[in-house]
């Protein structure tokens, strides 16, 4: 599992419309399954099976993560975690938060 957060400093947001933005690659991309963290909320950003089965990159834009709730101000957390653990290698090389 990997987290990585960023802060959104600007008030007046509405959290319950963000939207994930992410790319990376890795060496079997259907295990990985995702959770976007904001003011103590904790909900599945994509779950397993979201990418093909195999060695590649992956990504997605403008994806809705339902679940969350209250302004946007404050930190938000990304985690992406591999379900299989069997060695695999991989790397994120992007994620944004927006509405």
Excluded: E, Y
């Amino acid at each position: 599992m990997v987290c990585t957060s960023l802060v959104v400093a600007t008030a007046g947001g509405d959290s319950s419309v963000a939207k994930l933005d992410i790319s990376g690659r890795h060496d079997f991309r259907s295990s990985l399954r995702g959770t976007l963290a904001h003011n103590g909320i904790i909900v599945d950003a994509f779950p397993i099976d979201t990418f093909p089965t195999g060695s590649g990159t992956f990504s997605f834009t403008n994806r809705a993560v339902p679940g969350l709730s209250s302004d946007s101000v404050g930190a938000w957390t990304f985690c992406i975690i591999d379900t299989d653990a069997f060695n695999d290698t991989g790397v994120l090389n992007t994620w944004s938060v927006h509405d």
